[in-house]
């Protein structure tokens, strides 16, 4: 039997994420696999990849709040907001900067904000890729999104690198938190190195290291334990043949995520329907009756 669930990587710097994919791909011989969630080549860390038709669980991963150590270097401004990119603008304004104001303005990004994405993402906006605009000298005007950094720390002051970690929410660039840190203390700043070392419940200690991906089907994660962040509604023999049909189930009793994320609201997030450890299904409540959404017929 083909294996199926979620696989946690430690890509290595250099690796694209769809390099990661392409080699878990060939060490499995599946087709089906894919991640929840890229990281730039020049960064390291956390990579969550599924594996068969646990790839249809893909879109749930994208509410799990994010974990990074990065390094912020201050002085210059580069045209891609990170080391990869060339230098735009430059201060010497870091050197009369002490450690207080740096930890006063990480305080200041705390919570929910409008940023603006980097002119080189992988963002749409009419049809054009971001960073193929920007590449032809036509940046896009991207429009400011709501983001959220529920936790913002310095951890080493070595001018003009600071060392910071930060959780924040999906779709956030740490890219921009360092250009956008620069520009608020007036010295400019760039991304000097990123590792995620969190998605949600899961941790990079416990991943499998992308640079050597020799016998990784025993490190799968099932399918019920990668979503482990829902609540959860067990199934009785009858039920599960009514939601294998697509068909709503009596809601029950529901019980509480088996790694409760903090910051998400459990009430607003789908409900995984099980029976005898495989999942079953993804349900969304509609009144008093759980609506299967997605199909597995266990896994």
Request: charged share 25%; aromatic share 6%; glycine share 10%.
């Amino acid at each position: 039997m083909s294996p199926v669930g979620l696989l946690l990587v430690d890509k290595p710097v250099d690796p694209s994420s769809h390099d990661v994919v392409a080699a878990v791909r060939h060490e499995l011989g599946l087709k089906r696999v894919g991640h929840t969630g890229t990281l730039d080549p020049f960064a390291s860390g956390l990579l969550l990849v599924c594996i068969g038709s646990a790839t249809r669980l893909v879109e749930y991963f994208h509410v799990l709040p994010k974990t990074y150590e990065a390094s912020i270097v201050l002085g210059e401004r580069r045209d891609t907001d990170d080391l990869t990119g060339a230098v735009v603008a430059s201060s010497q304004r870091w050197q009369s900067l002490e450690r207080g104001a740096f930890e006063e303005a990480l305080r200041g990004l705390e919570g929910l904000s409008e940023q603006r994405p980097p002119d080189f993402s992988a963002r749409r906006q009419q049809g054009r890729r971001g960073y193929k605009a920007a590449r032809e000298g036509t940046p896009l005007e991207f429009k400011s999104r709501t983001v959220e950094i529920s936790d913002i720390r310095l951890i080493n002051w070595s001018p003009p690198r600071a060392d910071i970690m930060l959780t924040v929410s999906t779709g956030t660039y740490i890219r921009a938190v360092a250009r956008d840190l620069g520009e608020g203390l007036g010295c400019h700043g760039y991304l000097g190195s990123l590792r995620r070392t969190k998605i949600g419940a899961f941790d990079v200690s416990d991943a499998v290291s992308g640079s050597q991906l020799d016998g990784v089907a025993v490190s799968i994660v099932p399918p019920l334990d990668a979503v482990s962040w829902l609540r959860r509604r067990e199934l009785t023999e009858e039920d599960l043949e009514t939601v294998g049909v697509g068909k709503p189930v009596a809601m029950g009793t529901i019980v509480p995520p088996a790694s409760a994320v903090e910051g998400l609201d459990d009430a607003a997030l789908p409900v995984a329907l099980h029976a005898w450890g495989k999942l079953a299904a993804i349900g969304v409540l509609d009144g008093d009756w759980l609506r299967p959404v997605k199909v597995f017929h266990g896994i």
